[in-house]
């Protein structure tokens, strides 16, 4: 499992106990590694401040950009913030989906621009 500083969003070694960019303590229990639902590549960790801030998973090849909005043991919640290379995710909605799979689904569906979808989050168990 790739570990990630929570502050900087930096990759740390399994042993390190200490970022080695700017310091923060790392937890034990740290970030899983999420794979891209369009190209299936690993995400990248990063965290941001300010009001509009928090975790996110970016990924470098398509610009997909996941918020982490819940965080429990068995189950995060992340909410697609943009995706600049596929006009169907360019939405400010998304449908809920559990898995990789699901997410192919509702990619190759004729999305419904609803209001009642607006918000919808993606949750990885």
């Known amino acids: 499992m790739t570990k990630y500083c929570k ?7 399994d042993i ?3 970022c080695p960019q700017c310091g923060n303590y790392i937890e034990l229990t740290q970030y899983v590694e999420i794979p891209c639902f ?11 401040d300010g009001i509009l801030g928090g975790n996110f ?5 398509c610009g997909i950009k996941l918020k982490e909005t ?5 189950i995060n919640t992340y909410t697609l913030y943009n995706s600049p290379t596929d006009t169907k995710l360019n939405k400010k909605y998304m449908y809920s989906a559990k898995t990789l799979q699901e997410w ?9 621009t609803s209001e009642e979808n607006e918000y919808n989050t993606y949750k990885q168990t």
Do not use: A
Not at 57 to 61: E, H
Not at 70 to 74: F, I, N
């Open 7 to 13: 502050k900087c969003g930096r990759q740390v070694d």
């Open 38 to 48: 369009i190209c299936e590549q690993p995400m990248r960790f990063t965290h941001e």
């Open 70 to 74: 819940e965080h429990t043991d068995k």
């Open 57 to 61: 998973y970016i990924c470098d090849k």
């Open 16 to 18: 390190d106990k200490y």
């Open 104 to 112: 192919d689904k509702i990619l190759n569906d004729d999305l419904s």
